[in-house]
């Protein structure tokens, strides 16, 4: 072989490489479950409503489930009797899966308003959505970046791993 023809075939197999890799690092669809608030006689619960998210492994779907979390239902579902508890403004700053949880961190704007309801309404909203996936069973809320004891006026704890009841909560 020619130096030319060592060049061209670096050349294609490069390209080979380069798209291989493109191919594999691709953003995927997945289904994912984001839960919003829905009335049930004189209490409340969480009920899932189904997205399809593109992202690449469980923490980015997570992260783009729960960003839209927090833009609230679509119209047509609240025109379908869902709300959500989550404060406008509330923003998600970083998401990441270690050991088994979710470390969700937002925006202090989650502590704003709301009475007791509420503040339960929210939390269920971000445990049910952040841990719909088996590898991840539990998740760990952080607010502006820190740990806290508990969350908002109402003192919802918030200072250990949370998970999924054993049954859907009523609030």
Known sequence: MTGKQIRILAAIVLV?????T?????PTEARVSVYFIRAQGSSST??????????????ALLAAAVRELLAGPTPAERGAGLVTAIPAGTRLRGL???DGVVMVDLSGEIE????????????????????QFPQAPRVR???DGQTRESMGGEGVVIDHPLARPASSPLF
Request: glycine share 14%; proline share 2%.
């Open 96 to 98: 990441r899966i270690a």
């Open 112 to 131: 704003s308003g709301g009475g007791s309801s509420s503040m339960l309404g929210r939390l269920w909203q971000i445990v049910y959505t952040a841990t």
């Open 16 to 20: 080979a490489v380069l798209l291989g």
């Open 141 to 143: 809320i952080l607010v």
């Open 46 to 59: 969480v009920q899932d409503v189904p997205r399809t998210m593109r992202g690449r492994g469980a923490a």
């Open 22 to 26: 493109l191919w594999w690092l691709r």
